[in-house]
């Protein structure tokens, strides 16, 4: 119920943009979120928006990445300055969730997954 598109390979400081379809019925009830996933490391939360509006972003991506809801059917994650450590697969989420202010709740939370794709930057 989440198709993702856009990732790739991009030099340091370059930008790129990711889209999630989403099913109508899950856009407008359920929290929306990106994650990614490093070589070797645990999912990390980047960005969750609630359906209130809430957006809390994590610090590693806060001031270069912005997330957005688009039209009803997707939702999108801009990225831009980005660096080598920004590289990894991206999953893009939603989940029935009341954000809190500041937190982005973990990994389990969120029922739904997109399938990820690549984002390489060197």
């Known amino acids: 119920q989440l198709v993702e598109s856009g990732g790739g390979s991009v030099q340091p400081g370059g930008s790129l943009r990711l889209a999630c379809k989403i099913d109508g019925h899950l856009y407008y009830s359920h929290s929306i979120g990106w994650f990614r996933q490093a070589p070797g490391k645990e999912r990390e939360g980047l960005v969750a928006?609630?359906?209130?509006?809430?957006t809390n972003y994590a610090d590693s991506v806060k001031g270069r990445f912005t997330i957005s809801r688009d039209g009803g059917k997707a939702f999108a994650l801009q990225m831009n300055d980005l660096k080598p450590e920004d590289s990894g697969v991206y999953y893009c989420?939603?989940?029935?969730?009341?954000?809190?202010?500041?937190?982005?709740?973990?990994?389990?939370?969120?029922?739904?997954w997109g399938q990820g794709t690549q984002v390489t930057v060197s």
């Open positions: 928006m609630g359906t209130d509006g809430i």
């Open positions: 989420v939603a989940g029935l969730i009341d954000l809190l202010r500041g937190v982005i709740p973990r990994a389990a939370a969120f029922n739904y």
